[in-house]
């Protein structure tokens, strides 16, 4: 069974500061891994997901990860926060040749203050 | 419509009451999802079905029914709830059995008094 860990539960920032949301996942197969994005009274969508090939993935609103299979790690970054950034961000893992049901992280709420 | 919808948007219900969440997807996928989002928690996955069969059923209690009637639409029955049953309830859909993500409806804000 896989697992994920998002290990800060709150990221506060100042606007235009670089940001790292950090996950680590645990699997024993090779794995699919996802950040959503929730605003307030929304839904989650989907901001980038690792399947396979480079290891650097560039999603939406400027947001970028890195998968490093040696540190089972799949941390998200931003070069510089904006106020609309503020929002509660999940990662994601599948495991493959399993279910395929996603496991998702406790999520991480970003501030980013004026 | 497009991407998936879900009725009503907020729901206040004692809790004698019976109401049911309706979701649909437009997006052509075989497999829809029902998660529960209280604060302060991780996101609970209750129900998934693929092709209108359900796969996972996560123990959640009798008082929540699922229904899939069809790959592009799912409920959830509500009946004799608890206070504790107010969250934000999230509905789902995606390709089964392939690493695809997952395409969230806006949720259901439910209330039970």
């Known amino acids: 069974a896989q697992s994920v860990t998002q290990l800060d539960s709150q990221v506060p920032v100042f606007e235009e500061a670089p940001v790292e949301l950090r996950c680590n996942y645990s699997?024993?197969?090779?794995?699919?891994l996802f950040w959503y994005v929730q605003y307030p009274n929304q839904g989650l969508q989907l901001l980038l997901k690792?399947?396979?090939?480079?290891?650097l993935v560039k999603g939406i609103n400027g947001f970028e990860a890195e998968f490093n299979k040696s540190q089972t790690s799949f941390h998200l970054r931003k070069p510089s926060v904006h106020i609309s950034d503020t929002a509660e961000y999940f990662c994601a893992v599948i495991a493959s040749g399993g279910s395929y049901i996603p496991t998702f992280g406790r999520g991480t709420s970003l501030i980013v203050h004026p | 419509e497009t991407g998936v919808t879900q009725t009503p948007r907020h729901l206040v219900m004692g809790m004698t009451n019976k109401k049911s969440l309706k979701c649909e997807q437009h997006l052509g996928h075989n497999a829809m999802y029902w998660y529960k989002q209280s604060a302060k928690k991780p996101l609970e996955l209750m129900f998934v079905y693929s092709l209108e069969e359900r796969v996972e059923n996560n123990s959640v209690p009798s008082r929540f029914s699922p229904e899939c009637p069809n790959s592009s639409h799912l409920f959830l029955h509500l009946h004799t709830l608890q206070p504790e049953d107010s969250a934000l309830y999230l509905c789902?859909?995606?390709?089964f059995g392939r690493g695809d993500e997952q395409f969230f409806g806006p949720g259901t804000r439910l209330t039970v008094l």
């Open positions: 690792y399947l396979s090939g480079s290891t």
């Open positions: 789902a859909s995606s390709q």
């Open positions: 699997s024993s197969v090779s794995v699919y």
